[in-house]
């Protein structure tokens, strides 16, 4: 069974940093397609950043710059690390894998920028 933790979450004012951790269990994240999903308030969810299990990224145009994606392939636990935060930054964030087994979701973690 997978299981996606979340944590790291927190309320921030703007310009500062947060970095969010998804461990999982049940799953080798290194072998499988991950990423970083946030919702905001009354929104959908949106994609963040993905990372391939060769390393490949694909970060959304409001995150590039700001936020990092890095895999601990030892700790099966990847990270983002969140720069320059913003307001409009403020969401649920959510890991994801997809594998042969499906798409496996985390509880989410609350990110709250204030300015």
């Known amino acids: 069974q997978v299981q996606l933790v979340e944590s790291g979450g927190g309320l921030v004012q703007a310009g500062g940093s947060l970095r969010l951790s998804c461990a999982a269990s049940?799953?080798?994240?290194?072998?499988?397609?991950m990423g970083w999903y946030r919702q905001p308030p009354g929104k959908q969810r949106e994609l963040v950043v993905s990372?391939?299990?060769?390393?490949?990224?694909t970060y959304a145009d409001s995150a590039k710059g700001r936020f990092t994606i890095s895999r601990d392939n030892a700790k099966n636990t990847v990270y983002l690390q969140m720069n320059s935060l913003k307001p409009e930054d403020t969401a649920v964030y959510y890991c994801?894998?997809?594998?042969?087994?499906?798409?496996?979701w985390g509880q989410g973690t609350q990110v709250s920028v204030s300015s």
């Open positions: 049940g799953i080798i994240l290194s072998r499988n397609t």
């Open positions: 990372i391939t299990s060769v390393g490949g990224t």
């Open positions: 994801n894998v997809r594998s042969v087994l499906g798409s496996s």
